[in-house]
């Protein structure tokens, strides 16, 4: 099967720290990746280096065969839930319209069809009590729920998400899981920057271990084990008091 | 009703545009979090407006108007360069280029003067502002630019509200960031630029800080806090321009801004969205219902006991 995105060489620095060193990895259609690693190891970077928001000193990254800017519509993307003003005043479904615009058009109104499109997205999220609710007065797990709304809407092939389940209630983990589940049931691809290793087997079915460069990746049952975490922690777990591989 | 000349209706006119238009725009500058920014490329226009009068050799609208562009665009650069480049942060960044472009601006100004010997050059006015000093040319030239930001803001409407909630997304569904940004830079010059004459250099930003802050209390819509915006700055330029068309030679600038403070100070007050006074009727009657729950909950005890 032909890779949904293949990394190569990946070098990318963050005031003047190279934070990613020479990044390869391939990934299959229709799997779910965690994508884990310590604090400051560059997952979130890797995110943005892949979408071109991030600047890169060397590598190539292809999508579907293709460079980023041609296939940009079939890839979607979900920041971290900290990156935006939540007390923007909006509400809900506006925001989730918002993963439709590139399916509106430039400089063209939503019509009736795409509000109804956005409301079915909230639906699968099971926020359509929230409609019209101000983002601002959504609970965390909520906002979280909204911002992957947002992205079902825009039904992309391949979905990049940075942290959805850091701080979230268990009902947002559960329905957002589900969610991520029914995306690769479709043959779609995801890759989830994670933070907690005791759910990594439960939940996903490939993991990449990041840190700096790429320490393992691959299926979950032969790549996250005690000796590739061990190497991928090093120091800090050693320092937790736990023997490293 | 006051009678007022036919020049001076018309400077009102382009007053209350002047002013929708730095409402709109000042929403934009609020949600990037950049009000501050409209202050110090104000500041930064005037050695651009003493230039260009300098270049033109008269007091010709158009050039001064394209002077202080490019010395506020320069600014921003500037700033940018400056942040980017160096440990210095954008508020340190933006304090430098404020001042040093305004005290040049001054050192200019001065000079001009005095060359002039006795020829008052009537850039003073452009400190302040003057509304009354406009003619008829002026107006024109003021209000087709404001109409133009104003059409740049509507014809973009929703990239706008993507591009100020998160870019970043915007970036992803294909939305140029970097267009977003020169465009954002550009109606923000443009109406500190036509503004600089009738508000002052000194002020301008507050006709762009103001009405947002205010309408933000009364609206919980991106498109209503705009539109409202546009509107409170509007009354805010025509009334301030009326109340300084009463004394002779008193200046615009100041008049717009108390207005405008005005308009705040009941927004602050009244505004049904966290206005000062909705809140504390919210959290009385809140109390009330707490205590009355509370009272329930004894006298329910009370009862309960009474069955033990």
């Given at each position: 099967m032909q890779a949904v995105l293949k990394v190569n060489g990946l070098t990318a620095s963050y005031h003047r720290n190279?934070?990613?060193?020479q990044v390869s990895f391939e990934v299959k259609p229709g799997t779910l990746t965690a994508i884990v690693g310590p604090n400051g190891a560059g997952k979130s970077t890797l995110l943005k280096a892949l979408l071109q928001q991030h600047p890169t000193l060397a590598g190539e990254v292809s999508f579907f065969g293709s460079p980023y800017p041609k296939v940009k519509a079939r890839i979607g993307y979900v920041p971290?839930?900290?990156?935006?003003?939540?007390?923007?005043?909006?509400h809900a479904l506006d925001v989730v319209l918002m993963g439709l615009y590139g399916q509106i058009g430039w400089l063209k109104w939503p019509k009736k069809d795409h509000r109804e499109k956005a409301m079915q997205a909230l639906m699968e999220m099971g926020m359509e009590d929230y409609a019209k609710r101000q983002i601002s007065q959504l609970s965390g797990g909520q906002q979280q729920r909204v911002f992957l709304a947002r992205a079902l809407a825009q039904d992309a092939d391949l979905y990049f998400l940075d942290e959805p389940l850091a701080g979230v209630d268990a009902t947002t983990e559960r329905v957002i899981m589900a969610t991520l589940n029914a995306l690769k049931n479709k043959g779609k691809t995801v890759l989830v920057v994670h933070h907690d290793l005791q759910t990594v087997e439960d939940y996903f079915d490939h993991v990449l271990l990041l840190n700096r460069t790429v320490m393992a990746h691959g299926p979950t049952a032969d790549s996250f084990t005690k000796e590739t975490i061990g190497r991928t922690y090093g120091g800090v777990l050693r320092w937790m008091g736990e023997k490293s591989g | 009703m006051i009678q007022l000349s036919h020049n001076a209706q018309w400077v009102l006119l382009s007053t209350f545009i002047l002013g929708i238009a730095a409402g709109v725009v000042g929403c934009f500058a609020y949600w990037k979090r950049q009000s501050l920014m409209s202050d110090a490329l104000s500041h930064a226009a005037l050695p651009g407006v003493v230039i260009g009068f300098m270049a033109a050799g008269v007091k010709s609208l158009p050039a001064m108007i394209a002077g202080a562009a490019i010395s506020a665009l320069l600014g921003a650069a500037l700033i940018q360069g400056i942040r980017s480049s160096s440990r210095v942060k954008e508020d340190a960044a933006m304090g430098i280029i404020l001042s040093v472009f305004f005290g040049l601006g001054i050192m200019l100004l001065t000079l001009v003067n005095r060359m002039g010997g006795g020829n008052q050059s009537g850039l003073d006015s452009f400190i302040f502002g003057q509304a009354a000093s406009m003619v008829r040319q002026d107006v024109w030239i003021m209000t087709a630019l404001a109409l133009l930001v104003l059409m740049v803001a509507a014809v973009g409407f929703k990239e706008w509200k993507l591009f100020l909630f998160d870019s970043a997304f915007g970036g992803g569904l294909g939305l140029s960031v970097r267009w977003m940004n020169g465009l954002y830079v550009f109606v923000l010059v443009l109406v500190i630029v036509i503004g600089i004459q009738s508000v002052g250099v000194i002020l301008m930003s507050a006709l762009l800080i103001i009405p947002p802050v205010s309408a933000r209390y009364w609206t919980n819509s991106f498109a209503g806090m705009v539109v409202l915006s546009g509107l409170l700055g509007g009354g805010a330029g025509m009334l301030g321009t009326l109340i300084s068309t009463m004394g002779k030679g008193w200046p615009t600038g100041p008049f717009i801004v108390l207005v405008a403070s005005g308009l705040f100070l009941v927004s602050l007050f009244?505004?049904?969205?966290?206005g000062l006074l909705i809140v504390q009727l919210e959290q009385r009657s809140q109390r009330r219902r707490l205590t009355r729950a509370s009272i329930d909950m004894r006298s329910l005890k009370e009862e309960y006991s009474h069955e033990l």
């Open positions: 190279k934070v990613l060193d971290q839930r900290g990156s935006v003003d939540w007390d923007f005043p909006t | 009244f505004g049904t969205r966290k």
